[in-house]
T-cell receptor, first 113, second 114 residues
Framework: DGGITQSPKYLFRKEGQNVTLSCEQN?????MYWYRQDPGQGLRLIYY???????QKGDIAEGYSVSREKKESFPLTVTSAQKNPTAFYLC????????????FGEGSWLTVV | QQQVKQSPQSLIVQKGGISIINCAYE??????FPWYQQFPGKGPALLIA?????SEKKEGRFTISFNKSAKQFSLHIMDSQPGDSATYFC?????????????FGGGTRVLVKP
């Protein structure tokens, strides 16, 4: 079945460590996104990519990095520079252009211990 | 700066009742207004969406009302069912802008009591 796969579902990180969240899609979508979800604040855009080898910062990119080497994959690295990384991270994808729905993965929970 | 404000933060409704969630936006360039439904531990899923050329859109028990002059839109869930218990997010985007980026409201947790 087509969809967006995020892994791992749950991840614990020690302070000072970088961690990478995986996002893979087999929907043949060109655009991919990373959102962060915190209670009461909705979803905030971290990074997005419209095509391979290109990506743009969203509203809260500080402390995060991404790569887009393949159309299907858009991994997110949470670096030690991110001061408050504990959150629910959502990957999404869409076709470019007008009237195209953004589809979300199941999310990854990151907890700093 | 929050460009889409959503209220209430939480809502309790009896089975069969009407759930109403309101959103207000600031950016007049927004031209696409979807609502997403999210169950605990899952990613959001598109529920229904509207564009400014219409004032209302209905799909089953879910209706969006849109007031362009007031820059407000709302979701009505008619005949609410326990299975509707979820968090609902309104969102907005400017589809002509690069990236098809959605700006989300803060979410409303809806609990439907049987």
């Amino acid at each position: 079945d087509g969809g967006i796969t995020q892994s791992p579902k749950y991840l614990f990180r020690k302070e000072g460590q970088n961690v990478t969240l995986s996002c893979e899609q087999n929907l043949n979508h060109d655009a991919m996104y990373w959102y962060r979800q915190d209670p009461g604040q909705g979803l905030r855009l971290i990074y997005y990519s419209q095509i391979v080898n290109d990506f743009q910062k969203g509203d809260i990119a500080e402390g995060y990095s991404v790569s887009r080497e393949k159309k299907e994959s858009f991994p997110l690295t949470v670096t030690s520079a991110q001061k408050n990384p504990t959150a629910f991270y959502l990957c999404a994808s869409s076709l470019p252009g007008l009237r195209n729905t953004i589809y979300f993965g199941e999310g990854s929970w990151l907890t700093v211990v | 700066q929050q460009q889409v404000k959503q209220s209430p933060q939480s809502l309790i409704v009896q089975k069969g009742g009407i759930s109403i969630i309101n959103c207000a936006y600031e950016n007049t360039a927004f031209d696409y207004f979807p609502w997403y439904q999210q169950f605990p531990g899952k990613g959001p899923a598109l529920l229904i969406a509207i564009r400014p050329d219409v004032s209302e859109k209905k799909e089953g028990r879910f209706t969006i009302s849109f007031n362009k002059s007031a820059k407000q839109f709302s979701l009505h869930i008619m005949d609410s069912q326990p299975g509707d218990s979820a968090t609902y997010f309104c969102a907005a985007s400017n589809e002509r802008a690069a990236g098809n980026k959605l700006t989300f409201g803060g979410g409303t947790r809806v609990l439907v009591k049987p």
